[in-house]
């Protein structure tokens, strides 16, 4: 198993979940060797520290094991206290921050499947109610988050950013769900997050998940 008094992140490439995990250590300045899981073919290691749903991410930090991306990303906070800090020190604006990432990733996430199962009409309705949830998150966000400009990274800028910032790979693989003109708020901090330089260096290449998204969805479909 994994040594003492190091980090390990098990993972794919392709996961935003993963990602995040790795621009929170790297945002930390927290050394960590990477893993690289085939789904297909998962690791004992793997199964070992994550037998519940033996899925990636994991973080082994000194040979304990968490999982699920949200609960890392606070780990990761709490554990190493140093600036840049992920989440405020203001209870109130933590528990907003965790309420908005929880529904991005529930509603969010649920809404685009749709769309990814759904074709012609029935596809249509699934943008439409995409659109609605989103637009749900965006004035919400607005209204309870002081500053999201995507310059500072946070809690929230990880969690939107590792998935969001892949549109353009989505819109071709899939469909176009979101623009400027539908959705202004959300555009402009999504292209400010795609600009920040942890972005640009952790997201995956663009026409490499254009085909993972292609196979996947399309094969199944």
């Known amino acids: 198993m994994e040594k003492q008094n190091e980090v390990v992140v098990f993972g794919t490439w392709a996961s935003a979940y993963c990602t995040r995990v790795e621009i929170a250590l790297a945002l930390k300045g927290i050394p960590y060797e990477y893993k690289e899981e085939d789904l ?6 793997l ?3 994550n037998p519940v749903h033996k899925k990636v991410p994991v ?4 040979g304990k094991s968490i999982a699920e991306s949200l609960v890392i990303l606070e780990y990761i906070d ?4 140093h600036a840049p800090k992920l989440l405020p020190e203001d209870p109130y ?3 907003k921050l965790r309420f908005w990432a929880n529904f991005y990733d529930q509603k969010f996430m649920a809404s685009a499947t749709q769309i990814i199962m759904s074709r012609g009409e029935e596809r249509e309705r699934a943008i439409k109610d995409f659109g609605e949830v989103l637009k749900v998150f965006e004035d919400g966000v ?5 500053c999201f400009d995507g310059k500072n990274l946070g809690f929230l800028d990880i969690v939107v950013g590792t998935i969001a910032c892949n549109y353009e790979a989505f819109h071709e693989a899939v469909a176009v769900i979101f623009s400027p003109e539908t959705n202004p708020t959300f555009w402009s901090w999504v292209t400010a997050l795609k600009n920040h330089p942890l972005m640009k260096e952790m997201l995956p290449p663009h026409d490499k998940l254009v085909a993972v998204m ?4 399309f ?3």
């Open 40 to 45: 297909t073919n998962k690791s004992e290691s």
């Open 47 to 49: 199964l070992y520290y």
């Open 142 to 146: 607005k209204k309870d988050i002081p």
């Open 59 to 62: 973080l082994v930090h000194n």
């Open 78 to 81: 709490d554990c190493w206290k």
């Open 219 to 221: 094969q199944s479909a």
């Open 214 to 217: 292609r196979q996947k969805y």
């Open 93 to 95: 604006l933590r528990a």
